[in-house]
């Protein structure tokens, strides 16, 4: 069984389709690049993974232990957060915070935490204040939080927005390693430059799917040449 | 203030007063640390005016002493609605306040003009009561209840509180319950709003919800100290304002709110001061680190 399986799934709003015609199966260990162009449905599909919103047709289910509210997510970053009085501690914690029903976080919750930081190489940042980080420590420190919150899937939506190449780089192999170690990512994004980012598979959408298959392939394909060749990128 | 206090009866309302306005500006306070990290700051300020109006319809009712209580009820529905607006995106956020906060505050001038015309009554739910003799003891129960609701909450959700704050998107794809969140602040900060409006005035109680937060946004890097640190400002900045306006015999909104404006601009300076002279340092030190490392 997949962790995820979409059978032709349309998502849209007030009755607007934005997104149709979606067949989708994310296994254990996958990594999966969805790219497209602003507006081309990225947003909405993510939101449809997450269960925010509900398929207009098809079916979104999930499987292997995998329940929707058991998606490590990292959102694009707010605004809010640039100067948000915070320690990396506990926004990391924070990821616990819908995990259990009490007001504290457990003992257990807090081993977690520092073990994610450790993992993540960011646990010398622990006492430090997340609005003075440069923005490849704070997206680490996001990424800790999402993992924090479930280990088997991560759903990451731009995390690379905003970095410089140096920082983005090293946020990629990081999530490669991640990947390796036996954590299933799906990423979105609109940058080409982040196929180098290792992953597996690929889907291209632009409100439907216009390519999904491995990344070998998609490489090899029209709707790759077309993308880079700039013929009907913009559309 | 010492001839006051050796009255009994008078120090007894100085005292009730006191006690009203901390409690308050304890709560006010702790809400204003989430409104002004949201981008909310100016929901505070939609709120009071609201609160306005709700005080002209409670006097248009005639309920005297019950004003607070019958006011209640009608700015937390305005508060909800104003959620509601900004929420939907029905209007901009900041439109969304400005109709409902100049519609609220229309109906509270035109229900005065026709009741008990431009008097001491609308010019005290403005600029805030002239005499602590019009706190009661039903605003002093208000006021503890308030204030131990507010702490409890910040108590027991502490953990969740944090998490939307910081990131919406991610709590609502993790199920936090994301709107009861935001409702509940809603309905508190209406309810500080309509308690404090008394003795601070409508026009300036939302000072109390965000200087205090933006003291101590300046100086604490967790948003644990943020909450202590805003907390402490903001009840020492209201006795401080309170004790000076009693002594001067100067109004007590206007004297709370000058005592936190001077205290964020003390913090505000010394923070500033403090960078330039960590920055200098760190220049200090890596010219003397190179000038070193060229010597060997």
């Known amino acids: ?235 | 203030m010492l001839e006051l206090l050796s009255d009994p009866t008078l120090s007894r309302i100085l005292l009730r007063a006191a006690v009203v306005g901390a409690l308050v500006s304890l709560a006010a306070s702790m809400l204003g640390v989430t409104m002004v990290l949201r981008r909310m700051s100016m929901i505070g300020d939609g709120l009071a005016h609201a609160g306005f109006g709700a005080l002209a319809v409670a006097t248009l009712l005639g309920a005297g002493d019950m004003d607070t209580e019958i006011s209640i009820p009608i700015v937390m529905a305005a508060s909800l609605l104003l959620f509601y607006i900004s929420e939907s995106g029905i209007l901009g956020g900041d439109a969304a306040i400005a109709v409902v906060s100049t519609a609220m505050m229309t109906v509270g001038v035109l229900i005065f003009s026709f009741t008990t015309g431009y008097t001491a009554d609308m010019c005290s739910s403005l600029f805030g009561s002239a005499s602590i003799l019009t706190i009661t003891d039903g605003d002093l129960y208000l006021s503890i209840a308030l204030a131990a609701v507010v702490a409890a909450v910040f108590i027991i959700f502490y953990t969740r509180i944090f998490a939307v704050t910081f990131d919406e998107k991610f709590c609502a794809a993790a199920g936090v319950r994301v709107w009861f969140y935001k409702m509940i602040t809603a309905a508190l900060i209406s309810l500080t709003v309509v308690v404090g409006m008394k003795m601070i005035g409508s026009l300036m109680i939302s000072a109390l919800i965000v200087f205090p937060a933006l003291s101590a946004m300046r100086f604490c890097k967790s948003f644990r100290s943020v909450l202590i640190a805003a907390s402490t400002i903001s009840v020492v900045g209201f006795l401080l304002g309170f004790f000076m306006s009693c002594e001067l015999s100067m109004p007590a909104g206007a004297s709370v709110v000058a005592v936190d404006l001077l205290i964020y601009v003390i913090i505000s300076a010394s923070t500033a001061i403090f960078g330039i002279r960590q920055k200098l340092r760190a220049v200090d030190m890596h010219m003397s680190n190179s000038i070193e490392n060229s010597d060997k």
């Open chain 1, 1 to 235: 069984m997949a962790l995820i399986k979409c059978e032709n799934v349309a998502l849209g709003y007030g009755g607007r389709v934005a997104v149709s015609g979606v067949d989708l199966t994310v296994n254990a260990g996958d990594y999966l690049f969805i790219i497209g162009e602003n507006g081309g449905g990225k947003s909405t599909l993510v939101k449809g993974l997450l269960g925010l919103v509900r398929p207009i047709s098809g079916k979104i289910e999930y499987g292997d232990g995998l329940t929707r509210r058991g998606i490590g997510y990292l959102p694009q970053k707010t605004d809010v957060q640039r100067d948000f009085p915070a320690s990396v501690h506990e926004v990391v914690l924070s990821g616990c915070a819908a995990r259990s029903r009490s007001p504290f976080y457990s003992r257990a919750d807090k081993m977690r935490a520092h073990e994610t930081m450790r993992r993540l190489g960011i646990h010398e940042l622990e006492r430090r204040s997340y609005r003075e980080l440069s923005g490849g420590q704070q997206q680490r420190v996001l990424l800790a939080r999402a993992l924090t919150a479930a280990e088997t899937l991560l759903l990451l939506d731009e995390p690379a927005t905003g970095l410089d190449p140096a920082a983005m780089t090293e946020l990629y192999a990081t999530i490669a390693e991640l990947n390796r170690s036996g954590v299933t990512v799906i990423m979105v994004s609109h940058d080409t430059n982040a196929l180098c980012a290792e992953a597996k598979t690929v889907l291209h959408m632009r409100k439907t799917p216009l390519f999904y298959g491995t990344l070998d392939e998609y490489l090899r394909s029209d709707v790759y040449g077309a993308l880079k060749g700039g013929i009907n990128g913009n559309a």
